[in-house]
């Protein structure tokens, strides 16, 4: 079925060091995976995209890798910083549906 | 570019009443809109499909009769919660992408809140 799972639902670091967030999915055929980064009573907000014919996207401190074979996707935050602090949800594209991960709660701190 | 519009972006109604939730798409056409659902501390779950010019596709164990969706044109679809009830006060949020690629925008969202 339409299913994506995401881990962990809980993560705290301290401020420079790394965090990274897990995801995976079931339907092969899904070519389309976003990232979204929600703060509190706000509608989420597109942070870093990967599409099926990449393994690895960066934009500064924000990365994502792609394993199709294994079916999951990371989200890999470096440097981190307290305005980090959110809620992160990835996504995968089933047809013409984006189907979204349970979350995950970040907190960093200072 | 690529803004979606939500209206309101708060609603208290009372138990029984109808609310209405507009998502406009203000500077392209959008002939696909996506309405989501989230409860406090809980993902995004789709409620349905809006497609211009036709019948929305709803998600297993959403009941079409209860929110009408209506996407009467490229750039609106509203979503009607008829006879609202306390469970159904949540965080309702649309989306829409451009035609032909995956990123989709959302609405600010719409917080209903039935007493």
């Known amino acids: 079925g339409e299913n994506v799972e995401q881990h962990p639902s809980t993560l705290s670091v301290q401020e420079g060091d790394s965090a990274v967030i897990k995801c995976t999915y079931s339907d092969s055929a899904s070519n389309y995976f976003p990232w979204y980064k929600q703060e509190l009573g706000k509608r989420p907000q597109l942070i870093i995209d990967i599409r099926s014919n990449v393994g690895e996207k960066k934009d500064q401190r924000i990365a994502v890798t792609l394993n199709k074979t294994a079916k999951h996707f990371s989200l890999h935050i470096t440097e981190t910083q307290p305005e980090d602090s959110a809620v992160y949800f990835c996504?995968?594209?089933?047809?013409?549906?984006?189907?979204f991960g349970a979350g995950t709660i970040l907190r960093v701190k200072s | 570019g690529a803004v979606v519009s939500q209206h309101p972006s708060w609603v208290i109604c009372k138990s029984g009443t109808s609310v209405k939730i507009e998502c406009r798409s203000l500077d392209f056409q959008a002939t696909t809109m996506f309405w989501y659902r989230q409860f406090p501390k809980q993902s995004l779950m789709l409620m349905a499909t809006s497609n211009e010019g036709s019948k929305a596709t709803y998600e297993q164990g959403v009941e079409k009769d209860k929110f009408l969706i209506n996407h009467a044109s490229l750039t609106l679809s509203t979503l009607t919660v008829t006879s609202a009830h306390p469970e159904d006060s949540s965080f309702y949020i649309c989306s829409a992408s451009l035609a032909g690629s995956s990123p989709l925008h959302f609405g600010n969202g719409t917080r209903l809140t039935v007493t």
């Open positions: 996504a995968a594209i089933y047809g013409n549906k984006l189907v």
